[in-house]
């Protein structure tokens, strides 16, 4: 299954082109977008389309989009079962930002059923995270989730790890860190 990610800046190209000449299965949004920046993907009905909002997100275009909302959910396609969790660690208080404590991340992600790919916006606690920088550090609950329920991927954006931090691997768990655009072929 081929699957083109997008986190925290939009494609180098317009959708509609990469689609045009890398078919794909599926579209997953990873936050930090606008509907502008996913111009295109509301004309692309004949592939499924998952997301989480990321903490820059309004929280508003994924209907307009046609973009399931995965945050707290699971989707099965294909025989592969989708999660998701939004937002990063709350760092500021903003009614309108997707933020949540460690406390209420671990809570919420405690009871969350297994998923063979997770979807979210901010990696695990210590994976691609900066932990100096508590909007860029990752959620400790998604770290337990893993390390728990072991999927075959997690996807992430939010944070910028160099090529000498890169972490592609939690245990067992593929790790796949997203900025702009990606193809991934999911084996």
């Known amino acids: 299954m081929k699957i083109l990610l997008i ?12 689609l045009a000449t890398n078919p794909v299965d599926l579209i997953i949004t990873l ?10 993907l509301d004309q692309v009905t004949h592939i499924p389309k998952l997301g989480v909002y990321g903490n820059h997100c ?10 399931r909302n995965m945050h707290m959910q699971t989707f099965a396609y294909r025989g ?15 009614i309108y930002a997707k933020m949540y404590t460690q406390d209420e991340a671990s809570t919420m992600l405690n009871a969350f059923p297994r998923v063979d790919i997770m ?3 901010c990696p695990p606690f210590g994976v691609n ?3 100096s920088d508590v909007s860029h550090t990752g959620f400790i609950g998604l770290r337990d989730y893993v390390q728990r329920e072991k999927p075959q991927a997690l996807f992430h954006g939010h944070t910028y790890p160099t090529a000498a931090t890169l972490i592609q691997k ?3 768990t593929q790790i796949v860190y ?3 655009s990606l193809i991934y072929d999911l084996i």
Request: charged fraction near 30%; glycine fraction near 14%; proline fraction near 5%.
């Open 119 to 121: 979807l979210s916006h």
């Open 80 to 94: 592969v079962t989708f999660g998701g969790f939004e937002g990063c660690v709350r760092y500021k208080e903003s």
């Open 129 to 131: 995270d900066d932990q």
């Open 178 to 180: 997203v900025y702009g």
């Open 31 to 40: 936050g930090d977008l606008e509907s502008s920046e996913l111009r295109g």
């Open 170 to 172: 939690l245990d067992s």
């Open 58 to 67: 309004s929280g508003m275009y994924f209907d307009s989009l046609g973009i």
């Open 7 to 18: 986190a925290d800046r939009p494609p180098e190209k317009p959708i509609l082109e990469i």
